[in-house]
Nanobody
Framework: VHFVESGGGAVQSGGSLRLFCAASVFTLDYFIVGWFRQAPLKDRWRISCISTSDDSKYYADSVKDRFIIYKDKDKNTVYLQMNSLKPDDTAVYHC??????????????????WGQGTQVTVAS
């Protein structure tokens, strides 16, 4: 099972990007998929998560009302639409997933599958 991120890049403050997390699985059903980010010299934090079973979604306060997480089961892909980007959003973004979890959790150690990460840079 592999998860691969893409869609990162460099934008100006206030701009938008959409990140992709593509899964090499037959189906995304029953996976919990989270987006984490890690800025230089900081820990990796979960900023959003989706349950592919019931479509429940969670957002960290720092990205709420700016970021949207959603899935396309036909494409086995989870997206993170990022709007109104700020310089503080600059980080490497990773998607992570697990099939054993019953719901989204904050703790990164609960996620088994990780992508390699994609860089997002927001200039002021």
């Amino acid at each position: 099972v592999h998860f691969v991120e893409s869609g990162g890049g460099a934008v100006q403050s206030g701009g938008s990007l959409r990140l992709f997390c593509a899964a090499s699985v037959f189906t995304l059903d029953y996976f919990i998929v989270g987006w984490f980010r890690q800025a230089p010299l900081k820990d990796r934090w979960r900023i959003s998560c989706i349950s592919t079973s019931d479509d429940s979604k969670y957002y960290a306060d720092s990205v709420k009302d700016r970021f949207i997480i959603y899935k396309d089961k036909d494409k086995n892909t989870v997206y993170l639409q990022m709007n109104s980007l700020k310089p503080d959003d600059t980080a490497v973004y990773h998607c992570a997933a697990d099939i054993e979890l019953s719901r989204c959790t904050y703790y990164k150690g609960n996620y088994t599958y990780w992508g390699q990460g994609t860089q997002v840079t927001v200039a002021s």
